[in-house]
């Protein structure tokens, strides 16, 4: 099993994240865009939510490369919502099941207690991601519920499964 660490990510960093991302976006069910953002788009993306003191931490193998990433953004612009953050973590296919996205997502939650986050939720897509609502429900969240049939994604239907953990 390849070792690796987790640390906060950097821009340098986005190259390998926006590629970790395409993959999922073209082949999964995860994320409901249909097409990968360019480089560009990935670097406003992440300057955004680095840059507004959100945790984003990439996993980094011993050997340089980067195995997955994890984010916490805003659930919702408004102010309300302020203490309330909405996940996200992908991982390298090559790495699924070796333990990163577990690494990556326990590492935000700590992250976000840290800066006095108080609730995080996931907003999963499609209902037969079962690795990640098993990751979810593992760490600590809770099924909130699911939106049944709320987007369109390769000629599919998918839903999303709504979980949610008290920091």
């Known amino acids: 099993m390849t070792r ?8 340098g960093d986005v190259g390998a994240i926006a590629a970790i991302y395409a993959h999922h976006v073209e082949h999964g069910f995860g994320s409901f ?3 990968p953002p360019d480089p560009a788009e990935m670097t406003q993306r ?13 996993a980094e193998a ?5 195995l997955g990433y994890a984010y916490a953004g805003p659930y919702r612009p408004r ?3 302020r203490h ?3 996940d996200s973590v992908y991982v390298l296919p090559a790495a699924v099941g070796r333990g990163v996205g577990r690494a990556l997502l326990a590492g935000l939650i700590e992250e976000a ?3 006095g986050f108080r609730q995080m939720i ?5 209902s037969d991601n079962a690795g990640s609502i098993a990751l979810h429900r593992a760490l600590g969240f809770s099924p909130q519920g699911v939106l049944r049939h709320v987007g369109l994604k390769k000629g599919r239907w998918l839903d999303s499964v709504l979980m949610q953990l008290s920091l």
């Open 4 to 11: 690796f660490a987790l640390r906060p990510a950097v821009a």
């Open 33 to 35: 865009e249909e097409r």
């Open 46 to 58: 992440f300057e955004a939510i680095s840059g507004a003191g959100f945790p984003y931490l990439v």
């Open 62 to 66: 011993d050997d340089g490369r980067i």
């Open 79 to 81: 102010s309300a919502y």
């Open 84 to 86: 309330t953050v909405e």
């Open 113 to 115: 207690r840290a800066r």
């Open 122 to 126: 996931a907003v999963i897509g499609d």
